[in-house]
């Protein structure tokens, strides 16, 4: 995939970055960090520059963004409701956990959708979970914009500053999202773990 990326990127410039950003957002599977890190390289080869590229790539995070933003809006909670409905008594939810957890984005959801844009592949997926609560649009392109932002410019600039060695950074950023992914999921244990312990017995 690696070859894939940096063929298309070495032939449309700008455009082909912006397309392969917003693409890696709505298929969170494709590496944004060989996107980013090689596009920063291609600032000191190509005609490209630093602040092209972070502009491309912020652009095409955004619009990927949206798109996962309106899949969120219909995965509403009036859709969610009819889900818990017919599947709950298996999955073990009901029409106020719902609430609840509606509840909980609705009070945190902006820091959570600024916060996760520094997270591996939750930064993508993110975007579903602030259109189901229907978070205000332009306060979520606002922090999405930003959050992109600020991670894009990290990881170009270190693909500039490390030059033929750009694919290294690709290598920590490996490391790092192992790091995140463990931590993720020993959190999500020791959540199942707690809702479990304190939730009511149904009667």
Do not use: H, Q
């Not at 950003?21 to 291609?42: D, H, R, Y």
């Not at 600039?157 to 463990?182: E, K, P, R």
């Amino acid at each position: 995939m690696e070859n894939w990326l940096i063929s298309i990127m070495n032939e449309y410039g700008y455009i082909g970055i912006l397309l392969l950003i917003a693409l890696e957002n709505i298929f969170p599977p494709i590496p944004s960090e060989v996107i980013l890190t090689f596009g920063g390289f291609m600032t000191t080869t190509t005609d490209l520059t630093i602040m092209g590229v972070v502009i491309a790539s912020t652009i095409g995070s955004v619009l990927g963004a949206v798109v996962l933003y309106g899949i969120g809006l219909l995965l509403d909670v009036e859709n969610l409701e009819k889900i818990v409905d017919r599947w709950g008594n298996i999955l073990r939810l009901t029409r106020d956990d719902l609430y609840k957890a509606d509840a909980w984005f609705d009070k945190y959801g902006p820091w959570t959708v600024f916060f996760c844009r520094f997270v591996p592949l939750i930064r993508s997926l993110i975007s579903i979970p602030a259109g189901m609560s229907n978070m205000n649009f332009f306060l979520f392109l606002i922090l999405t914009t930003i959050g992109t932002f600020i991670w894009n410019i990290v990881l170009i600039n270190l693909g500039a500053s490390v030059g033929d060695s750009w694919d290294s950074i690709v290598g920590y950023m490996d490391i790092y999202s192992n790091i995140v992914y463990v931590v993720l999921a020993i959190l999500l244990v020791l959540f199942i773990f707690i809702y479990i312990k304190t939730r009511k017995p149904r009667r």
